[in-house]
Every structure is written in structure tokens, then in C-alpha cells.
């Protein structure tokens, strides 16, 4: 099961260098305050950084020296207490581990390991967030360097955007998982996705036979979904 997500995983990396996945909210703007991560930067100590990965873009607070101070699910802090195997690189099968588990880290890891030959974004959460002023730049590294160590992970209620929107403006937020949640409801009120659920139902009663294990799931869903939309 597990050599199976990590292969979705690696599949799905290799997807996104051909930029398969991009949000939709992504605009010129963006796109012109872009830093190549083999071109030079001037980065400040507690900037916001972010890189995009497969299906999600990933965030950190940069502490100067060439450090990143980022959180990410990692099951290893479960595993041991000792530093040096924890600060190693985090592979595919210990993410997934971490989030099925939900631990993960708040590390600091050197400026080229968290950009991975990725694109950054410097500060563009601040005109997202016009409503909330970013704290001083020697505050937002103090807060994030505060919290480095274990710490619980949730993919929607606190992942890496969470950790730098408390870092930098002392709420944490995440856009990412508020679209998820927007499409996801899009998705239930769509009356389509009654019909769709018991279509899919019916076959799966034809392929496995009428059992209450086939039978239950096809009307709960169903029925959830209709009231639900």
C-alpha cells in the first residue's frame, strides 16, 4: 500500500515538471514577481517564500544564511529522537507516513533543498492578505524559529501555509485549503453528482453482486449527497 502512494507520488512530481497542475489563480502578476532559483536573490531575514510542487505550493520562512525554516509532514519524529536522522532528507515514503499518521516538522532545511530547482515567490501572500500587516521581518523568523521541532499536521487545518500565516501576520490561514473546500462544495450542490453516485453505485452492485456491503454505501452516499446539495 505504501510503495503504491509513493509511486502516485513520484508519478504525479513528474507530471508537474510538464505543468500539468497549475491553479487557476495564478496570474501575471504572479508570475512577474517569479525568482528562478538559479538566479540571484535578495532575500531578507523573514520573508515569505513559496515554491510550487505537484499539486499544491509549498511555503517557508526564510531565516537568512541561506536557511528556510518550513513545516512538513515527516514520520521519522515519531520513530526517534534522534536529530541528525531526523534532519535528514525527508523521502516520499516518510511524507506519506507523516501525513497518514499527521506528525510532522517544523525543520530548517538550506535555501536550495527547500526550493528543489523550483521557482520562488517572495512576499506575494502580502497583497493576498491586504487586510492583515505582516509583522516585522525579525519578528516572522523569531515566531517561525519558536516552532521548529514535532508538531501535529493536518493536510486542511495545519499544513506549511498555515505555519507561515501565523509566522508572518499571527493568524494562520491557508488559500489553499479554503479553495478545497469551495470546490468540494461546489461538487456536493452539483445535483449531477446524485445521478453520478448512483450510477457508479449500480455498477459496483453488478461487478460484486447485491450484498449489504455493495447495497448500504450506494444509498447512504446517494442519499447524503441529494440532501446535502
Not at 54 to 79: E, Q, S
Request: contains cysteine; hydrophobic residues 40%.
Amino acid at each position: 500500500m505504501l510503495d503504491s502512494l509513493t509511486f502516485l507520488v513520484e508519478k504525479l512530481s513528474l507530471l508537474s515538471n510538464f505543468k500539468l497542475f497549475e491553479f487557476k489563480w495564478t496570474d501575471r502578476k504572479r508570475k512577474e514577481r517569479t525568482m528562478h532559483s538559479h538566479a540571484p536573490l535578495s532575500l531578507l531575514r523573514g520573508d515569505l517564500l513559496e515554491v510550487p510542487r505537484t499539486l499544491f505550493t509549498h511555503f517557508g520562512i526564510y531565516l537568512g544564511d541561506n536557511k528556510v525554516a518550513h513545516l512538513i509532514p515527516d514520520i521519522m519524529p515519531v520513530l526517534t529522537n534522534d536529530k541528525i536522522i531526523i534532519k535528514t532528507v525527508i523521502t516520499n515514503k516518510r511524507l506519506i507516513m507523516g501525513c497518514l499518521y499527521k506528525c510532522a516538522t517544523v525543520r530548517v532545511d538550506t535555501l536550495e533543498d527547500f526550493v528543489y530547482g523550483s521557482n520562488i515567490l517572495v512576499n506575494h501572500m502580502d497583497r493576498k492578505c491586504k487586510a492583515q500587516q505582516p509583522f516585522p521581518n525579525e519578528e516572522v523568523a523569531e515566531r517561525a524559529e519558536q516552532l521548529v521541532g514535532a508538531i501535529p499536521y493536518s493536510l486542511l487545518w495545519n499544513n506549511c501555509e498555515h505555519f507561515v500565516t501565523y509566522c508572518r501576520y499571527g493568524s494562520a490561514k491557508s488559500q489553499q485549503t479554503e479553495m478545497f473546500c469551495e470546490c468540494l462544495k461546489s461538487i456536493i450542490q452539483d445535483q449531477r453528482s446524485v445521478f453520478l453516485s448512483v450510477l457508479l453505485g449500480m455498477i459496483y452492485i453488478l461487478c460484486f453482486g447485491l450484498a449489504p456491503s455493495t447495497t448500504l454505501p450506494t444509498i447512504l452516499i446517494s442519499f447524503t449527497l441529494w440532501m446535502a446539495g
